[in-house]
């Protein structure tokens, strides 16, 4: 079966340190990644996908940046965080025909 | 531009009663309609889903209608329990250029049933 590992949990950094939060899925080949950010009465949001090793695509300009190094790793990365990145992210995968998503637990980070 | 509106935004349901939660979007181009529920802490699971091409899907105690020329879905959870209390977001989906779909989320539900 497949599964989904985001980590860490939760993470607290202070403004201008780097950040990278990783995620791996198993259980399946090829699949399509995408990392969110879930704000307090604003539902999901899209940061960025990526259907291929080295292929990402971002929705929003924004602080952040995403890699794909391996088919089914992602890592979404700051060089200089800011106090307005902080928020629960979401790490995500979906087959090659889309359809279901499938969401990591999360990871709360807060910037101080 | 929202263009997955969720209403209500929050919602108290009796035990044993129908809750209830809508949904609007505006881009045509969405073809797939999923709900998710989600727990303090923790990441959305899908909960049930439909494609515009079926009217009504029901799978246990839950329910989705989909009126696609009004551009409206909902979800019914019938029987409600406690333990049904979460959020609950619904999304529409859409395939990207180049490949990968996108879902747009609503701004999610917060559903508390009540003994």
């Known amino acids: 079966s497949q599964t989904i590992h985001q980590w860490p949990a939760t993470l607290v950094q202070p403004v201008g340190s780097p950040l990278s939060l990783e995620c791996t899925v198993e259980?399946?080949?090829?699949?399509?990644l995408y990392w969110y950010r879930q704000a307090a009465g604003r539902g999901l949001q899209l940061l960025f996908y990526?259907?291929?090793?080295?292929?990402i695509s971002s929705e929003v300009p924004q602080n952040l940046s995403a890699s794909r190094p391996q088919d089914r790793q992602f890592i979404l990365s700051s060089k200089k965080l800011l106090l307005s990145d902080s928020g629960f992210y979401l790490c995500?995968?979906?087959?090659?025909?889309?359809?279901?998503?499938?969401f990591g637990q999360g990871t709360r980070l807060t910037v101080v | 531009q929202q263009q997955v509106k969720q209403s209500p935004q929050s919602l108290i349901v009796q035990k044993g009663g129908i809750s209830i939660i809508n949904c609007a979007y505006e881009n045509t181009a969405f073809d797939y309609f999923p709900w998710y529920q989600q727990f303090p802490g923790k990441g959305p699971a899908l909960l049930i889903a439909?494609?515009?091409?079926?009217s009504e899907k029901k799978e246990g105690r839950f329910t989705i209608s989909f009126n696609k020329s009004a551009k409206q879905f909902s979800l019914h959870i019938m029987d409600s329990q406690p333990g049904d209390s979460a959020t609950y977001f619904c999304?529409?989906?859409?395939?990207?250029?180049?490949?990968?779909?996108?879902?747009?989320f609503g701004t999610g539900t917060q559903l508390k049933v009540e003994l």
């Open positions: 990526s259907v291929g090793i080295g292929q």
């Open positions: 259980g399946t080949s090829n699949p399509n």
């Open positions: 439909i494609r515009p091409d079926v």
């Open positions: 999304a529409a989906s859409r395939e990207l250029t180049g490949g990968g779909n996108k879902l747009t």
């Open positions: 995500a995968w979906t087959d090659r025909g889309g359809g279901e998503a499938f």
